[in-house]
């Protein structure tokens, strides 16, 4: 099953600036996406996107709100629709007008499975914290005490061990952290504090 986009423009450019509201992309999610491990994901990489975007980009709050929804949408049709992945969310961000920097970031948050290459920070970073995401919190859920007391140094054993959460792809997780130019120890340090918080406040 190919995946493959075959195309790199996407959107109109004239709707440069136009997003969902919070309310229409809640309710797009909700209604998109079943499994509550999925939802809890993309609350977690929205959130960690929203905290790249104000802490690290220092960006006001309509560009804040676009990376989070980036990252809030970013797997929308992945629980239903597996095998129109990445298509079927972009055609109808496409269809409501939205700001096509939101559908290149949602396209090229796999290269390897989209065959779209990440091109600004917003796109690098939703590529970065995306399986790297995953994996620290497949560590918590074994740790007894969760995240609490979680270090980089763990979340490297696990990346190193081969039996652990083996779905997901050491290769692509050091690939996005080299493409975004972070140091990956920079990138877990990053992500455990703030994806703790995060998953302290989800309830599905
Ligand atoms: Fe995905
Ligand atoms: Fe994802």
Redesign the pocket.
């Known amino acids: 099953m190919s995946l493959l986009l075959n195309r790199n423009s996407f959107g109109n450019p004239a709707n440069s600036g136009n997003l969902m509201t919070k309310e229409a992309a809640m309710s797009l999610f909700q209604d998109w996406v079943l499994n509550p491990k999925l939802q809890v994901?993309?609350l977690q990489?929205a959130h960690l996107m929203q905290c790249w975007a104000k802490e690290k980009e220092g960006l006001d709050e309509l560009g804040i709100w676009k990376w989070e929804q980036a990252g809030l949408l970013?797997?929308a049709d992945?629980d239903q629709w597996p095998d129109q992945h990445c298509k079927k969310i972009i055609e109808h961000l496409e269809a409501l007008e939205i700001d096509p920097e939101v559908m290149h970031a949602i396209a090229s948050?796999g290269p390897a499975h989209f065959g779209v290459e990440p091109e600004n920070n917003m796109d690098k970073m939703l590529f970065a914290f995306?399986e790297l995401s995953?994996l620290i919190h497949a560590y918590s859920i074994l740790r007894p005490g969760g995240y609490e007391g979680m270090d980089v140094k763990g979340v490297k054993k696990r990346l190193k061990e081969k039996s652990f959460a083996t779905n997901v792809s050491r290769e692509e997780i050091q690939d996005a952290a080299n493409r975004a130019g972070i140091l990956l120890e920079d990138l877990i340090a990053f992500i455990i504090p703030r994806q703790a918080v995060i998953t302290g406040s989800i309830t599905v």
């Open positions: 994901h993309m990489v970013h797997d992945w948050h995306d995953g």
